[in-house]
């Protein structure tokens, strides 16, 4: 019972904040997601993820395990999804990028945060850093048939990552002034982040809802199967193979939804995995949690 309401306080308040973007805009009421997105991504994100690698106290080997457990359990899984799609006989344009890649960001460095504290953000960055790297690259490239490198290299996030990285690894600390600032800037990354997540999600019109669902639940299982099976490979501790789990087994990301319309893609079937997954998420992760809290504690 004491583990039921300790998950239940943990997972409420992300799918809460969700709830009220999602209620938002079925009221009618505007919200500039183009503005919001950008101020996140641009400086509240990069401002919370560079002061939280400067603070961390995580030793370098363990962030340099836990990036070589993700970049492991991102080719596994996408080994596995390419299977499955071509098995199902299925668009691998459409379908490909969005059951490899989850949505580490809105929901699952919140969860990292809330379930772990600062070391399980910490730990988290990891895998979305990896994700973001590969979704940008051979993420895009599955989807239009072409990566984006530069972009990659643009993206405020990596400098961010990049450089916390070099001050983790140095020791060094900014003037508390600047680092005042960046928290006060980072605060507002996970509720807006959240907030713009239920926001996008009620927008959707999803398409092939059946399809949409027996694929969240096969991407559900093989992230989990694969996360554990990797993280007890790579002989990580309980928190950082809870963390990586977690982050694999994230729900289709509403980016996925954006590129597969960008690029001349099936976006309606990807808007379906996209609020079907997302959906499930709220039995899905909480479960996790249930299961690796415990022996994270």
């Known amino acids: 019972m004491n583990l039921a309401l300790t998950v239940i306080q943990i997972a409420a308040p992300v799918f809460l904040l969700a709830a009220i973007g999602f209620t938002w805009i079925r009221l009618g009421f505007e919200y500039r997601t183009e503005f919001v997105t950008r101020l996140a991504m641009s400086v509240s994100l990069p401002a919370l993820v560079f002061v939280a690698l400067m603070n961390t106290e995580i030793e370098p080997q363990d962030l340099a395990r836990i990036s070589l457990a993700s970049l492991a359990g991102y080719g596994i ?60 690259s051979i993420g895009i490239w599955m989807v239009a048939g072409r990566g984006s490198l530069g972009r990659i290299i643009r993206e405020p996030l990596i400098g961010a990552l990049f450089l916390g990285t070099l001050f983790l690894w140095q020791g060094w600390k900014t003037p508390l002034f600047v680092t005042n600032t960046l928290e006060l800037l980072g605060q507002i990354a996970i509720p807006v982040m959240l907030i713009t997540l239920g926001v996008a999600v009620a927008r959707l019109k999803p398409g092939q809802i059946r399809l949409a669902f ?43 939804y954006l590129l597969a319309e960008k690029f001349g893609a099936d976006a309606q079937s990807v808007a379906g995995m996209v609020v079907v997954s997302t959906l499930l998420s709220v039995v899905g992760l909480p479960l996790i949690l249930a299961f690796t809290l415990p022996a994270s504690m």
């Open 77 to 136: 899984i996408t080994v596995i999804i390419f299977g499955i799609v071509r098995g199902l006989g299925l668009d691998s344009r459409t379908f490909l990028a969005p059951l490899i890649f989850g949505n580490t960001g809105n929901l699952g460095l919140p969860l990292a945060l809330f379930a772990f504290g600062q070391e399980g953000f910490g730990y988290a960055l990891v895998p979305f850093a990896v994700m973001m790297l590969l979704s940008f």
């Open 214 to 256: 027996g694929l969240s639940i096969v991407k559900f299982i093989v992230c989990v199967a694969v996360g554990v099976a990797v993280g007890v490979w790579f002989d990580l501790a309980a928190m950082p193979l809870a963390v990586l789990t977690l982050q694999l087994a994230t729900p289709v990301a509403v980016t996925s």
